[in-house]
């Protein structure tokens, strides 16, 4: 069984059409799996639009808390009350079409590996809608910026489809700390800490305009979380 988790704040406009392609999805193929919903302390409809599918998707399950905690902190709670044999990690806008979860799976199965990663950075990888010229700087100097101070060896961590084991997933977001945005950064350097085989694998990324990063808060925020998982780890 697939567990998929997805972190959830103020996605009552773009949540409910990810549910039902992620069911679609699986249905389609006959594959057993579960989906977690996250609402990280949204402040609008999120978590009572997610509960309102339950009859229809019923492998769906939403759970949650009050204050909003940042992604990482989601993902972790919906990691540790997974009970899949696989854990996919996808954002709530599907920017990764749910179809190239079998990519990653693939990666799994035959790499072999027990964590795949998806990369916009790859040659391979298509991007069908790019980020903001801006976005993309913040992105390639996060970069050098992680690989300066924690690891190097990837050339995106921040893509938001990624897919484990679900014993690692499990292993290594119970180790974890980082409640935000840095969070990524955290698992895979754990993964390499720990020995986990992970591979970066191509896939399509469609930019969404909505997004929850704040340009200023946000950045300063991933920065002093980079220095305490160098802290906390070295550079590995």
């Not at 696989?86 to 954002?91: A, E, G, I, N, R």
């Not at 590996?113 to 391979?124: F, M």
């Amino acid at each position: 069984m697939t567990s998929i988790v997805i972190a959830a704040y103020n996605e009552e406009k773009r949540l409910v059409p990810s549910l039902y392609a992620i069911r679609d999805y699986f249905t389609a193929r006959k594959k057993d799996y579960e989906l977690i919903v996250v609402d990280d302390g949204s402040t609008d409809n999120t978590r009572k639009i997610a509960e309102e599918q339950i009859p229809v998707i019923p492998h769906l399950r939403v759970i949650g808390y009050g204050a909003n905690m940042g992604k990482g902190y989601a993902l972790r709670t919906g990691v540790l009350d997974s009970r899949g044999d696989f854990v996919l990690l996808t954002d709530a806008d599907l920017s990764t079409p749910i179809e190239e979860v079998s990519k990653l799976e693939q990666a799994v199965h035959d790499g072999p590996c027990d964590i795949a990663i998806g990369s916009r950075a790859l040659a391979l990888s298509r991007i069908l809608k790019k980020q903001p010229w801006w976005r993309q700087s913040m992105g390639k100097l996060f970069n050098r910026i992680v690989k300066a101070l924690v690891m190097g060896g990837f050339e995106d961590t921040q893509c938001g489809f990624k897919f484990f084991t679900g014993a690692s997933a499990r292993c290594l977001f119970g180790e974890a700390r980082v409640n935000r945005f840095a969070f990524d950064v955290e698992i895979l350097a754990l993964a390499r800490k720990k020995g986990y085989r992970v591979r970066e694998v191509p896939i399509v990324w469609i930019n969404s305009p909505e997004s929850k990063v704040d340009p200023l808060k946000d950045s300063v925020q991933m920065v002093f979380d980079l220095l305490k998982i160098r802290s906390r780890l070295g550079k590995v």
